[in-house]
Each structure stands twice: as structure tokens, then as C-alpha cells.
């Protein structure tokens, strides 16, 4: 107990019963030593301490008797003697496994060197695929210009597949996008005002987004009446002729119907669109002369066409070949039909030179095509985009 009391941190009873006034780890352990007894001839109270080297963790600890030379020495000395140092030795070594109990210290990573093993974590595989998209609303030329914009609002809806029955609707932008899981899938996009209509089948794949091509809602007039313009082309010869285009409009710049015709030389328009009241039916295709009637319809009506394109045999320009500077000319489009008639039409004419044979701007009544000669040259006169047409070669002389 005098031990304890001058160092001020450990006392130990007769039987080596080892205890600890340490409040906090790092402090060293009591060591017991058995009485005050003579240790190799000299009677002191021999004092247990803690080695602590600068190479030890600050976690180790060594025994040793300050009076030896050397950790665990014993000195020769009775044999009652050394039986109680070497208890006292297996006191110390029990009271680091069983004395501090939960509290017994160890050895941290750290100290060792050694690092401890990462925790891998695995990512679950995707579940679902993400489908994307825009809607927009054509555009509509009537009384009133609407230009084609992001339709808002609109439902989206899935149709097939897994994800059946899922719906989102777009968003200021006209963009949505859906979380599906992987397969087939369909969609049906729909708005109030427009004609529903149904995407063609596609795939989501896990993990991965699907961007379907924008798609143009047409304009619904559900309220409206109903009317529809149909009938057959034929040529000169009485045979129907595929692939005419016909349009129904204005004849300015209001287009409400556009339909082709089949193998036998059908077509049919049926529409709820509004519509001027006096329709004007063209009809054109490649190597033949457009035909343009116009008919009365009103709010509805039920037209039927028989319209006939007779083919070309050959085009050319008509006009004068030579000019002298300031001239002013008229040339015109020229049709040679297989049944020997002619047609004279007004030309988009466009000129190779502008500053030897200049095209002259449309006025009223807009019949006729003016060329003039600018400067002394030669320019070439052709219709604008038509590849089948020849061509004119004016000389202008000062």
C-alpha cells in the first residue's frame, strides 16, 4: 500500500488482486508486487512499472521489476520468494484477459500497418427502361394562322406491354417520359382538340432510355360537318393513272385536304376541317400537265371529280432568241400531248444570266412571263424546277 500511496495511481492486497485507479485507456496497469520482501539481499518495496518504448504501440505493455535488469528477471532469492513473484507474474498476465472484461483493450488496424478490408457493395441490375418523347400540335392555316407548336397536356398512354395501362401527360414543353419495364411496349398519344393517334410497336431495354421520334397531332372538328371529295384520273387514252396527287384548297394558299391515287386511279378525301366554300381540286404527277377544277361545297358536301391528265409528248419555251438591249418579251410554256393537241401555260422561268436577260417580277393578272434585256450576252431561260422541260438561249445585242 506504501507503493501505491507514493506514486499515486495503484495499491494491490496480499492475495495480488490487480486494480487500476486509470480513468482512460493509455494509462499503465497496476503490477502487484507480493510483499515487502528482501529481493536479492536488499529489503525495499519492489515497484512494478509499465515499459512504454517509443517503437511500441500505445496500446502494449510490459511488466518488469525495476529492481532487475531485464523484463521478467528473477533474482535468486528463497524459493517462497520466487513462487510469489512468479504469481504475482500470472496475476498481471490474468488481469489483462479477465480483470478489465469488456474493457480489455486491443490492437487497432492502425498500429499493426495492416488496413482493413474494403466492404464491396453491388449495385442491383436495373429494373425498369425509360421511354421519352415529344408531342406538338400541327399547324393550321385558315382565317386564322396557327403555327405548329409543343402541345401541353397531352396524355400519353401505354397500350402494350408490360407497363399497359401506365399514362403521363406532357409538360409546358410538350416533353414526357415514362419508367417501363423491359419488353415491347405501344403508345397512344391523345388531347382534347386533336385526333388520337398510336405509335408503331418498340422495345424498352433495362437500364437504358428509348427516345421515340416527335409526333404532330392533327387538329380535331369533331363539331364540324362533314365533307368529302372523290373520284378517278384518267389519261388522254381512258387509262387510270396511279400516283396523282390530289389536293383540295383555296387556290391561294389554304390547304385543308391532300389524298393520291391508288392503282386504279381512286382517291377520296373526307374531312371535318373547316373549308372555304369554293374548293378548288388539283391534280398533278410528273410528265403530265396539272389540272385544276373548282367546285361549290359549302359547310357539306359529297364532290365527285372524273378529272383526265393527258402525258406529254414534249415541252419547250416560246420566245424570241435574239433582243436588243431594253427589249421586253413575253415567253411562254409550250405542251405537246400524245393525242397531237397543245398547251400554252405561263412558266416560272428563271434566267442563267440576270444581268444580260432579266425575269421580270409578276404583276397583274399574273398571265404571262416578261423577260428584258439588260446588257449585251447570252443567257439561257428554263422552268424553275422542271427537269423535263428544254430550255431557251437569248441573244441580246447592244
Known amino acids: ?227 368529302s371529295v372523290s373520284g378517278i384520273v384518267r389519261d388522254s387514252r381512258g387509262n387510270p393513272v396511279a400516283g396523282v396527287g390530289v389536293e383540295t384548297w383555296d387556290g391561294v394558299a389554304w390547304f385543308v385536304g391532300y389524298t393520291s391515287t391508288d392503282a386504279t386511279g381512286r382517291f377520296g378525301i373526307a374531312s371535318k376541317r373547316p373549308h372555304p366554300d369554293w374548293l378548288h381540286i388539283s391534280a398533278y404527277k410528273e410528265g403530265y400537265p396539272g389540272r385544276n377544277i373548282t367546285l361549290f361545297c359549302g359547310p357539306s358536301c359529297a364532290l365527285t371529280v372524273d378529272s383526265r391528265l393527258e402525258a406529254h409528248v414534249r415541252e419547250w419555251f416560246d420566245g424570241p432568241s435574239t433582243m436588243q438591249v431594253g427589249d421586253v418579251a413575253t415567253v411562254s410554256l409550250v405542251g405537246e400531248y400524245a393525242d397531237g393537241t397543245r398547251s400554252v401555260e405561263r412558266p416560272n422561268a428563271v434566267s442563267s444570266n440576270p444581268a444580260v436577260v432579266q425575269v421580270v417580277p409578276l404583276a397583274p393578272p399574273y398571265d404571262k412571263t416578261y423577260v428584258k434585256a439588260i446588257t449585251p450576252g447570252t443567257a439561257t431561260l428554263r422552268q424553275y424546277l422542271g427537269s423535263q422541260v428544254g430550255t431557251l438561249t437569248v441573244h441580246v445585242f447592244p
Not at 483493450?105 to 488496413?115: K, Q, R
Open 1 to 227: 500500500m506504501g507503493a501505491a500511496r507514493k506514486h499515486g495511481r495503484f495499491f494491490c492486497s496480499r492475495r495480488c488482486a490487480w486494480r487500476s485507479t486509470a480513468r482512460q485507456w493509455g494509462e499503465p496497469l497496476a503490477v502487484c508486487p507480493a510483499r515487502n520482501s528482501d529481493v536479492a539481499g536488499t529489503r525495499r518495496a519492489p515497484s512494478w512499472q509499465l515499459l512504454r518504448g517509443n517503437n511500441l504501440s500505445h496500446r502494449s505493455r510490459i511488466i518488469f521489476c525495476s529492481s532487475a535488469r531485464t523484463p521478467f528477471s528473477i533474482f535468486r532469492a528463497d524459493s517462497q520468494m520466487v513462487r510469489k513473484i512468479a504469481k504475482c507474474a500470472l496475476c498481471a498476465v490474468m488481469s489483462l484477459l479477465t480483470a478489465c472484461g469488456g474493457n480489455t483493450p486491443t490492437v487497432p488496424s492502425s498500429a499493426t500497418g495492416a488496413s482493413p478490408a474494403p466492404t464491396v457493395g453491388t449495385q442491383p441490375a436495373p429494373m425498369t427502361g425509360v421511354v421519352q418523347g415529344f408531342v406538338r400540335l400541327e399547324s393550321y392555316f385558315g382565317l386564322v394562322r396557327s403555327p405548329e407548336g409543343p402541345l401541353s397536356g397531352a396524355q400519353v398512354l401505354v397500350t402494350e406491354g408490360a407497363g399497359a395501362g401506365q399514362s403521363v401527360t406532357t409538360g409546358a414543353n410538350g416533353e414526357y417520359r415514362l419508367e417501363l419495364p423491359p419488353g415491347p411496349f405501344r403508345l397512344r398519344w391523345s388531347a382534347q382538340g386533336a385526333e388520337p393517334r398510336d405509335s408503331d410497336p418498340g422495345a424498352v431495354i433495362a437500364g437504358a432510355t428509348t427516345t421515340v421520334d416527335t409526333v404532330v397531332l392533327r387538329r380535331s372538328f369533331e363539331g364540324n360537318p362533314e365533307w
